[in-house]
């Protein structure tokens, strides 16, 4: 009797055991998250892209920033990349810039600013980006 007892314990730690190794398998599966600047002008084209990115194959969130014209995607690496979703949002009708997570807002607004050489547009431009307009 001591040994059924002994077997079937002995049984339930190789399978619990190789059940959280599974679970580690499934963590070592990374995500990464990319930001878009598109083209997006209204809420219909938001809910547009929120019905149908989150579907494709590795995504895991979508957030949508209308106000700034951004889409960030949380994703996992093993499923999907940066250049499927940017050509997902692209099947849409929209464009899909990718945005370098390292700038801000302010920093894309300056840069933009800063390129240009008219005086009109460095009068434009706030705080840091001024400055760096006036330096050109």
């Not at 878009?36 to 809420?43: A, D, G, L, V």
């Not at 940017?86 to 800063?114: F, R, V």
Request: aromatic share 2%; hydrophobic share 30%.
């Amino acid at each position: 009797m001591k040994i059924i007892k002994l077997t079937i314990v002995a049984l339930c730690m190789v399978v619990g055991a190789s059940t959280l190794s599974a679970q580690d398998n499934k963590k070592d599966n990374k995500e990464a998250d990319v930001t878009f600047k598109t083209n997006i002008e209204c809420h219909n084209c938001e809910q547009k892209i929120m019905k149908n990115i989150p579907f494709d194959k590795g995504v895991k969130d979508v957030k949508v920033t209308l106000d700034k014209k951004e889409v960030k995607i949380t994703y996992r690496t093993d499923k999907t990349d940066k250049e499927k979703l940017k050509k997902s949002i692209e099947k849409l009708g929209y464009t899909a810039e990718e945005i370098d997570p390292t700038q801000t807002t302010a920093a894309l607004s300056g840069a933009s600013c800063c390129s240009s050489k008219t005086a009109d547009a460095a009068k434009s431009c706030e705080g840091e980006a001024k400055a760096c307009c006036a330096k050109k």
